[in-house]
């Protein structure tokens, strides 16, 4: 290889090759070993609380433009305080359906340990949170109207970060083909039938 002095730099180093994979045939380290364990499922309702509702504000008869104002605020905000209790109610029975669903398949094709309970419970609550906003973008609709005319729904930015986040659970947990063809079976693998989780 011939390198170029060019007065006043440095000559740049050569390119170098990395090769993928494991040309070497060296060991490869297979990580940590940790026992299985059964995973408790975590009371939802931390994660999706009770939101107690309050009476719905009464219109104000005779009233002029500003108490009509406060009314309308009031509304507003008794909106608000409903809806996240409807979005709480949904939160927790869609991450009870999912823990059910996925957690005791996880348990025995992937033997996971009380390290992993906390993603998840992630998954899970990630989940019910994409559900509910789908849900609503159904209800609401993918155009809203903002202060300056129609506009796209928020909801619609809120749901791409949790289906971001999602794809991240599912490589994780394996919870895809492609990701499920890396996982390896805990020691001992499910020998028996009634080990088997398709059952």
């Keep these: ?33 940790l026992p299985p364990a ?9 994660f999706f609380p009770d939101v107690r509702v309050p009476a719905k504000p ?3 008869r005779g009233a002029d433009d500003e108490e009509l104002k406060e009314y309308r605020r009031e509304v507003a905000v008794w909106q608000r305080v409903k809806l996240a209790s409807e979005a709480a109610k949904f939160g927790r029975e869609v ?5 059910g669903r996925v957690v005791p398949v996880l348990q025995l094709m992937a033997g996971l ?13 990630c989940v019910a949170r994409l559900e509910w906003c789908e849900r609503q973008l159904s209800v609401e ?9 129609p506009c796209r729904n928020p909801l619609t930015t809120i749901a791409t970060q949790y289906r971001s986040q999602l794809k991240a659970y599912i490589g994780e947990l394996g919870l895809s083909p492609s990701a499920r063809g890396r996982l390896t079976l805990p020691e001992g693998g499910h020998d028996g039938d009634e080990d088997d989780p398709f059952d």
Excluded: F, H
């Design 1 to 33: 290889m011939i390198t170029v002095a060019v007065p006043g730099r440095r000559p740049k180093p050569p390119l170098q090759v990395v090769r993928e994979g494991n040309p070497g045939k060296r060991p490869v380290r297979e990580g940590v070993k």
């Design 38 to 46: 059964e995973l408790d499922e975590p009371d939802w309702a931390g």
């Design 58 to 60: 009464r219109a104000p």
């Design 95 to 99: 991450a009870g359906r999912e823990w």
């Design 113 to 125: 340990t009380s390290v992993d309970r906390s993603t998840a419970v992630d998954y899970c609550v």
């Design 141 to 149: 609709g993918l155009v809203t109207m903002g202060q300056r005319g």
